[in-house]
């Protein structure tokens, strides 16, 4: 499909300003929170992008109402005809996104039952969901597996339970918040992710009605409620997106004010651009990245949950990298196949070596097993354009990165991937000064004259 290739013309500093809206790994579980409510709740700040618009089908299969808001970017949702619906088309949805598991809670409360279809979300390691269903299990929930998918019931009111997670992970937290809300009686959790979206969605909640507190230890206890409202709420900025450009800037030897960024969520990230060699320049709209010039620093970087460096970083990160003298290392600890993505980066010239074993400093749980998990990056290489097939999505925007940094046109396969967490990214790239083109459609041979 000609559509679903880029050709990108490398060799230009990306220069000038785009602006970042909501986060994608708030707002879609903020539109599910609005599932929990007995009233409208009212969403700000929304991105155009396909994980979003997966949810509103989903939500609108399951009787809520969305509808645009006065402003750009406004949604509204409306629960009240929930009991009501329709869900038998529900294996239409199957592989969308990650999601659809945290209808689970809000649909036990609501219905007493819930079916969540297969997940979808970038293949960057196994991603199993076994702590989803343990939490659900210890709030009383009852869970069978089908071939098509999940199917829970909940046979009286969910209690509040004292549970610890394995791993801090983040969707397992959100299941925890989502369902101990409406549970009845306390709920404690301990090993929580916390995260920004985490907090953010925290906020939704209390806005609801909800009653949760957090402690400095990764413990978050939650108050059941018997009754939540809607809300009125501007989901925080997309700390993933303002980073990946802030990569290109680097990348590339470019300019970039990301309208929207704020400190606050990005403070680890900031620290590692500046030993990088990156500059940056904090106001109150946004930040400005660029390369200062010179040559930049070569790093050690571990991905970690929050405070750490967020694992969705890593991927756009890694090709400014290349550009950086000496010896980079990369351990990612969140994914255990993160790192694949490199290889085509050393197809365009760049030199990574990827290794089993947990470089570069904590042991992770993917040490002594068969996962390709830390890499070496030496550089600087000169990057060539070439013809890439997008892996995942923030694998991708790292190959538009790559190409924009190359010499030469790159062939860039399965750019659609790429809008399911970026708004309008073509034309940001565009109006960033990125030579990128469609390439023209196949004309059949008849109609030629
Ligand atoms: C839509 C969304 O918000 N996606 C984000 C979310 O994904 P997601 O919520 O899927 O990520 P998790 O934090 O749950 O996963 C972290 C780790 O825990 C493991 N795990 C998770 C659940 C489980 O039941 N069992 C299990 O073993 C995973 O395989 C992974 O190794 O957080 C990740 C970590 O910040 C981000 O990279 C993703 O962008
Ligand atoms: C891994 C990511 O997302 P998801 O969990 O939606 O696959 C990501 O945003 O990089």
Same mark, same amino acid.
């Given at each position: 499909?000609?559509?679903?290739?880029?050709?990108?013309?490398?060799?230009?500093?990306?220069?000038?300003?785009?602006?970042?809206?909501?986060?994608?790994?708030?707002?879609?579980?903020?539109?599910?929170?609005?599932?929990?409510?007995?009233?409208?709740?009212?969403?700000?700040?929304?991105?155009?992008?396909?994980?979003?618009?997966?949810?509103?089908?989903?939500?609108?299969?399951?009787?809520?109402?969305?509808?645009?808001?006065?402003?750009?970017?406004?949604?509204?949702?409306?629960?009240?005809?929930?009991?009501?619906?329709?869900?038998? /088309?529900?294996?239409?949805?199957?592989?969308?996104?990650?999601?659809?598991?945290?209808?689970?809670?809000?649909?036990?409360?609501?219905?007493?039952?819930?079916?969540?279809?297969?997940?979808?979300?970038?293949?960057?390691?196994?991603? &199993?969901? /076994?702590?989803?269903?343990?939490?659900?299990?210890?709030?009383?929930?009852?869970?069978?597996?089908?071939?098509?998918?999940?199917?829970?019931?909940?046979?009286?009111?969910?209690?509040?339970?004292?549970?610890?997670?394995?791993? &801090?992970?983040?969707?397992?937290?959100?299941?925890?918040?989502?369902?101990?809300?409406?549970?009845?009686?306390?709920?404690?959790?301990?090993?929580?992710?916390?995260?920004?979206?985490?907090?953010?969605?925290?906020?939704?909640?209390?806005?609801?009605?909800?009653?949760?507190?957090?402690?400095?230890?990764?413990?978050?206890?939650?108050?059941?409620?018997?009754?939540?409202?809607?809300?009125?709420?501007?989901?925080?900025?997309?700390?993933?997106?303002?980073?990946?450009?802030?990569?290109?800037?680097?990348?590339?030897?470019?300019?970039?004010?990301?309208?929207?960024?704020?400190?606050?969520?990005?403070?680890?990230?900031?620290?590692?651009?500046?030993?990088?060699?990156?500059?940056?320049?904090?106001?109150?709209?946004?930040?400005?990245?660029?390369?200062?010039?010179?040559?930049?620093?070569?790093?050690?970087?571990?991905?970690?949950?929050?405070?750490?460096?967020?694992?969705?970083?890593?991927?756009?990160?890694?090709?400014?990298?290349?550009?950086?003298?000496?010896?980079?290392?990369?351990?990612?600890?969140?994914?255990?196949?993160?790192?694949?993505?490199?290889?085509?980066?050393?197809?365009?010239?760049?030199?990574?070596?990827?290794?089993?074993?947990?470089?570069?400093?904590?042991?992770?749980?993917?040490?002594?097993?068969?996962?390709?998990?830390?890499?070496?990056?030496?550089?600087?290489?000169?990057?060539?354009?070439?013809?890439?097939?997008?892996? /995942?999505?923030?694998?991708?925007?790292?190959?538009?990165?790559?190409?924009?940094?190359?010499?030469?046109?790159?062939?860039?396969?399965?750019?659609?991937?790429?809008?399911?967490?970026?708004?309008?990214?073509?034309?940001?790239?565009?109006?960033?000064?990125?030579?990128?083109?469609?390439?023209?459609?196949?004309?059949?041979?008849?109609?030629?004259?």
């Amino acid at each position: 499909m000609t559509d679903d290739i880029l050709l990108v013309h490398g060799g230009t500093p990306l220069e000038g300003e785009i602006r970042v809206r909501g986060a994608k790994n708030l707002v879609p579980k903020a539109m599910v929170a609005a599932l929990l409510g007995g009233e409208p709740s009212r969403l700000r700040n929304v991105p155009d992008i396909r994980d979003v618009r997966v949810v509103r089908g989903l939500l609108q299969l399951h009787g809520v109402t969305v509808s645009p808001g006065e402003e750009p970017g406004e949604l509204i949702l409306d629960p009240s005809h929930v009991e009501s619906a329709n869900v038998a /088309d529900i294996d239409a949805h199957a592989g969308s996104s990650r999601i659809p598991i945290l209808f689970c809670g809000p649909l036990l409360h609501r219905l007493g039952h819930a079916f969540i279809p297969g997940l979808g979300g970038c293949d960057i390691g196994g991603r &199993p969901i /076994d702590f989803h269903f343990e939490v659900l299990r210890q709030f009383g929930a009852v869970i069978e597996k089908r071939p098509e998918g999940q199917y829970l019931e909940a046979p009286q009111r969910l209690r509040g339970a004292k549970i610890r997670l394995p791993y &801090p992970s983040v969707g397992a937290t959100e299941q925890v918040l989502l369902t101990a809300v409406l549970a009845e009686g306390v709920t404690e959790l301990s090993n929580a992710a916390v995260e920004p979206e985490i907090e953010d969605l925290i906020c939704v909640l209390q806005k609801m009605g909800a009653i949760i507190s957090m402690d400095t230890d990764r413990t978050i206890r939650i108050t059941g409620v018997d009754h939540l409202g809607g809300y009125t709420h501007g989901a925080l900025p997309d700390r993933l997106e303002a980073a990946s450009w802030a990569s290109a800037a680097l990348a590339t030897k470019g300019n970039v004010y990301v309208r929207g960024a704020s400190q606050r969520e990005m403070m680890t990230f900031l620290n590692t651009y500046r030993k990088v060699g990156g500059a940056f320049e904090i106001d109150d709209e946004g930040i400005r990245f660029w390369h200062p010039g010179g040559a930049l620093s070569a790093i050690a970087l571990e991905t970690d949950v929050h405070p750490g460096f967020q694992t969705d970083w890593q991927q756009p990160l890694v090709v400014a990298l290349t550009q950086a003298s000496g010896l980079s290392i990369v351990h990612e600890t969140v994914y255990e196949s993160r790192l694949g993505f490199t290889e085509a980066l050393n197809q365009m010239g760049a030199h990574i070596q990827l290794y089993r074993e947990c470089l570069g400093g904590t042991p992770c749980r993917f040490g002594q097993r068969n996962f390709l998990h830390s890499a070496v990056v030496s550089g600087p290489t000169k990057l060539q354009g070439a013809d890439l097939v997008i892996p /995942d999505l923030r694998g991708g925007f790292s190959y538009l990165i790559a190409a924009l940094a190359a010499e030469g046109t790159s062939r860039v396969h399965g750019i659609d991937l790429i809008n399911r967490g970026y708004e309008n990214f073509l034309a940001k790239l565009k109006a960033l000064g990125g030579h990128v083109e469609l390439p023209a459609p196949l004309v059949p041979a008849q109609t030629r004259a």
